[in-house]
Nanobody, 120 residues
Framework: QVQLVESGGGLVQAGGSLRLSCAASGRTFSSYAMGWFRQAPGKEREFVAAISWSGGSTYYADSVKGRFTISRDNAKNTVYLQMNSLKPEDTAVYYC?????????????WGQGTQVTVSS
């Protein structure tokens, strides 16, 4: 099993930056693909970014491409989401997730979420 704890959320003005961290427990962290998702009030959860177990492949939602960067440090069991040029529409609870394959919904582990609020 993998336990995930997100941190780094907060309130920031539009145009600002935040870096989210997700610390994972378990010795098999490096074998899991990791992803970030978000859910805004009244909306469904949506994919933000993902990274392969090795860090060699990354994937982004079109809405964040060029502004957000996902990375991981397997030695620290941590995945990061650097968020730049933040917009009010980025406001949401951000969740970290891990999966041994690519099926976060049915074969994934999830953190408790961290709130990101972007003011205009």
């Amino acid at each position: 099993q993998v336990q995930l704890v997100e941190s780094g959320g907060g309130l920031v003005q539009a145009g600002g930056s935040l870096r989210l961290s997700c610390a994972a427990s378990g010795r098999t962290f490096s074998s899991y693909a990791m992803g970030w998702f978000r859910q805004a009030p009244g909306k469904e959860r949506e994919f933000v970014a993902a990274i392969s177990w090795s860090g060699g492949s990354t994937y982004y939602a079109d809405s964040v491409k060029g502004r957000f960067t996902i990375s991981r440090d397997n030695a620290k069991n941590t995945v990061y989401l650097q968020m730049n040029s933040l917009k009010p529409e980025d406001t949401a609870v951000y969740y970290c997730a891990a999966t041994p394959n690519s099926d976060y919904d049915h074969d994934g582990y999830w953190g408790q979420g961290t709130q990101v609020t972007v003011s205009s």
